[in-house]
């Protein structure tokens, strides 16, 4: 590279990059990709159009869209620090510059705004199981009613239930007041992986400028990957082992319970008015059928106990028996003998 | 100069190579059948419920006169134990002439909700115990607890220190509250009665997600860029299927039983500050006076070394050996590392004894 290139020069060279990436792109996608895009769509784009080939459910189906969904993450960070790269003579940036990089990378077009500059977040977020995910949804679908309440002051959701219907009334405020409290919960909880975000740069950049230093310099992408990955689980450890991360994610964990407890309550409910079988139902069948194991179990074991104390004892008698043959036989004879004389007294 | 000498032509390069492979090894991912895994016969020799004590067969006929039982983790299948022919601690052990079973406790469902850690350790455990002893015509037998296995294995031989000849505990947790636990760290503000009274059993997804949770990035992304790497070795993406099939092939965890494991291991740490009931026995870690050999892995970010360090200064014997094997949680059963130095540690400490 040569430090007296324009701009215009570098981005010549960078157009030729992208021309080269996506001439190679097209190559190893052969006969399946259809024809390669235009050199300035960004370079995960084409991952997307690969990734639908795929639509179609193989065994390792899965694992294919994990993979893609992460190797899209990877190539759209990189294109970005290579294009911070293509900016500037070699080692010319120092750390902050990077980690500008790095943020653009993080920040694909069209992302949430809720999840810019949060690269935890995002992760946290495509992480999710499917059990939060429902949660999560129901939330949002509540959401609408649940900024109105807000708005209210919330004193609906204190007002006493009246009536024929106050039982469901009363029902239905616990369950908007879990409800809120859930989102104010994830808000808090949200807000810390966002510190752990904004920290993972602060420590990227403080990585990089340890690396200011010759044998200690990167120079491919992936070792610069590999750092960044790193910072962000540094940071994410900094900020999860704290006693705020220990209350908050608790907090998190206790208010999603609660309004999963009011749903379950309201599904019961219902099974109950149509004459389905409930959930609690089949729990008191199944503690009552565990007890009586355990009872059963308790008595064949005691009684498991007295035989082999039995048997023992049994053992023994015999054992100190055998032990005494020269007494006992005599003595027996001799009883016999003293029996035998009794019983011909006797007939006689 | 700056921290970054990253050539653009070079870069370019490692990205299209990051791409050729990605694309040839995508198509390789759908020639795949699904994995198999579980590489030593064997045959089941008690049942109870859904538990299923296995005995493993080796190519040889086994020379210890003591059999040594493996009490696996209830949070994972025990398969891990056995992967595959060349990643397989059992088979490992086989060789080496130890008599190997093991129990298999199943998925439980929501019929096993209500049973209690004293379901798990005064009976199945005991019963299993009971059975190899009965088979081997043996009044003691050896003991390796895995994980939760071990804290389980631990509280059996102080409740039933006649039954164990030898106690071996792998990454073991046994102080819950060292200051580098983060899971311990996140049970410890949760409400575990509110969460088992909602969601009865544990379910596995959930359980998953934590655990990934606790490094986000390394095992959500960083795991499959690497992948990449391997995609044109056909045995490496096996191995990394069957890998990631043991990851997220998990039972749900019964309700009760994890009540009790939450709130007095992770929450109150009574296996160090005292106080643990299972059933109607206590549990007093100073009746483990048979030999112990505990290993740990040094960088295991589950249960951390210091961790389970702590257990000499709990347990009563004064034969005790420690073992910290250079790697983390899963590499010490399926690492090529750990197939060299762990079952002959083991089967090495045994014979001594």
């Known amino acids: ?348 | 100069m700056g921290p970054i000498h990253i050539d653009p032509q070079r870069a370019v390069a490692e990205l299209t190579t990051f791409n050729q492979k990605l694309a040839a090894g995508l198509k390789t991912l759908r020639s795949l059948d699904e994995v198999d895994y579980g590489a030593t016969p064997r045959e089941a020799i008690y049942r109870e419920d859904k538990l299923v004590l296995y005995r493993f067969r080796g190519e040889t006929s086994p020379t210890a006169k003591t059999p040594l039982l493996i009490v696996y983790a209830l949070v994972n299948r025990p398969y891990m134990v056995d992967l595959q022919h060349d990643r397989s601690l059992v088979r490992n052990l086989l060789a080496r002439g130890e008599d190997v079973y093991l129990i298999d406790w199943g998925y439980p469902d929501l019929s096993d909700r209500y049973l209690t850690l004293d379901d798990y350790i005064n009976g199945y455990i005991r019963r299993c115990v009971e059975a190899v002893a009965k088979r081997c015509n043996v009044e003691k037998i050896n003991l390796l607890g895995i994980c939760q296995g071990g804290a389980f294995s631990l509280c059996y031989a102080s409740i039933h220190p006649q039954t164990i000849r030898n106690l071996i505990t792998m990454v073991t947790p046994v102080d819950f509250h060292t200051p580098d636990n983060m899971l311990s760290h996140w049970t410890r503000g949760m409400d575990v009665d509110l969460f088992v009274d909602t969601l009865g059993n544990v379910p596995a997804d959930l359980m998953n997600w934590c655990y990934l949770t606790l490094k986000p990035v390394r095992l959500f992304q960083q795991k499959y860029v690497g992948l990449v790497d391997i995609l044109d070795n056909k045995e490496e993406v096996e191995n990394f299927l069957r890998m990631e099939k043991w990851i997220f092939d998990s039972p749900d965890q019964a309700g009760e039983a994890f009540r009790q494991f939450i709130k007095d291991f992770y929450q109150a740490n009574k296996l160090v500050n005292g106080g643990l009931r299972i059933g109607e026995s206590e549990v007093n870690l100073r009746n483990i006076t048979m030999p112990v050999l505990n290993i740990f892995a040094e960088q295991d970010h589950l249960v951390p070394p210091s961790a389970s360090r702590p257990l000499q200064q709990h347990i009563g014997t004064q034969d005790y050996t420690e073992l910290a094997f250079k790697g983390g949680h899963i590499g010490i059963y399926v690492s090529g590392r750990a197939q060299r130095e762990v079952p002959a540690a083991i089967h090495d400490w045994l014979a001594a004894r």
Do not use: C
Not at chain 1, 23 to 45: I, L, N, Q, V
Not at chain 1, 107 to 132: I, K, S, T, V
Not at chain 1, 182 to 194: E, I, M
Not at chain 1, 321 to 330: C, E, I, N, T, V
């Open chain 1, 1 to 348: 590279m040569n430090d007296r290139k324009t701009t215009q020069d570098w981005m010549k060279d960078w157009q030729a990059l992208q021309r080269q990436y996506w001439t190679a792109w097209a190559d190893a996608t052969r006969g399946a990709s259809g024809e390669a895009p235009d050199p300035a769509t960004p370079w995960h784009e084409g991952l997307e159009q690969w990734a639908r080939l795929f639509g179609d459910a193989s065994k390792q189906s899965e694992t294919a869209e994990r993979l893609l969904a992460t190797a899209k993450n990877y190539v759209a960070l990189m294109q970005s620090m290579l294009a911070a790269a293509t900016g500037k003579a070699a080692g010319d940036a120092a750390a902050p510059a990077w980690t500008e990089a790095l943020r653009n990378g993080l920040n694909l077009p069209g992302l949430d705004a809720a999840l810019h500059d949060n690269p935890l977040a995002r992760m946290l977020r495509e992480l999710r199981g499917p059990g939060a995910q429902a949660i999560d949804q129901l939330s949002a679908s509540f959401a609408p009613f649940l900024a109105r309440a807000r708005e209210e002051g919330l004193a609906w959701l204190g007002a006493p239930a009246l009536g024929y219907t106050r039982e469901h009334q009363e029902h239905y405020q616990k369950m908007a007041a879990a409800l809120l409290d859930y989102q104010d919960a994830v808000n808090r909880y949200n807000a810390l992986v966002l510190k752990a975000s904004r920290r993972s740069f602060e420590i990227f950049e403080d990585k990089l400028a340890e690396r200011d230093e010759p044998g200690r310099r990167i120079e491919t992408l992936r070792a610069l990957y590999d750092l960044w990955v790193d910072a962000a689980e540094e940071a994410y450890a900094e900020v999860a082992l704290s006693a705020e991360f220990r209350k908050v994610y608790g907090n998190v964990v206790n208010a999603q319970m609660r309004v999963r407890s009011q749903i379950q309550q309201e599904v019961e409910r219902i099974g109950v008015d149509l004459g389905m079988p409930t959930r609690s139902e089949l729990n008191s069948v199944h503690q009552r059928l565990h007890e009586l194991r355990r009872t059963l179990r308790r008595r064949d074991d005691d009684a498991l106990v007295e035989l082999r104390r039995e048997l023992e004892r049994l053992r023994t008698e015999v054992e100190a028996l055998r032990r005494r043959p020269a007494q006992a036989k005599p003595a027996a004879a001799r009883s016999a003998a003293r029996k035998a004389v009794k019983t011909g007294n006797a007939r006689k």
